[in-house]
């Protein structure tokens, strides 16, 4: 089983994860946890250890998804990550990627589910206007 930790700048997580599972349901061993500025950063460090030692209890493999390559949840959570073999840390949280982790997490290998999320999450940033034009033959 692999364990889902994302790590965002405010509240983005805690809402992204809110609206995955409206839309597949609650799932075991996913956690959001949310930096805000007023947080030391020994007391992320810390809310991050304790998270990802309870995910580790249960699973085999943790992912950890964060908001933007190069930020303070990227940042604090690559040490992490380091020291955890079976580990993770991809860049760009979107809900087609939460999507996937969330679905797949218990049924592929870990190295597939990297792999569907970073594809999936990418093909789904794309101008719909002009693809919809393209599928349709033209505009008229």
């Given amino acids: 089983m692999v364990g889902i930790i994302i790590v965002t700048h405010g509240e983005f997580g805690s809402y992204l994860l809110e609206a995955c599972e409206h839309i597949v349901g609650s799932k075991q061993n996913i956690k959001s946890i949310s930096i805000h500025n007023r947080m030391s950063m020994d007391e992320i460090k810390k809310t991050i250890k304790m998270i990802t030692d309870e995910i580790r209890k249960e699973c085999s493999g943790?992912?950890?998804l964060v908001d933007i390559p190069g930020g303070t949840p990227m940042?604090?959570?690559v040490p992490f990550a380091k020291e955890i073999e079976n580990s993770y840390v991809i860049?760009?949280?979107n809900m087609s990627m939460l999507i996937d982790a969330?679905?797949?997490k218990d049924?592929?290998?870990i190295d597939k589910l990297v792999e569907?999320?970073?594809s999936d999450g990418?093909?789904?940033i794309c101008e719909v206007k002009t693809l919809l034009i393209k599928s349709e033959g033209g505009l008229g």
């Fill in 107 to 109: 049924r592929v290998s």
């Fill in 62 to 64: 943790i992912i950890y």
């Fill in 75 to 77: 940042n604090v959570v």
């Fill in 122 to 124: 990418k093909r789904s």
């Fill in 102 to 104: 969330m679905t797949l």
């Fill in 91 to 93: 860049c760009g949280v």
């Fill in 116 to 118: 569907k999320i970073i």
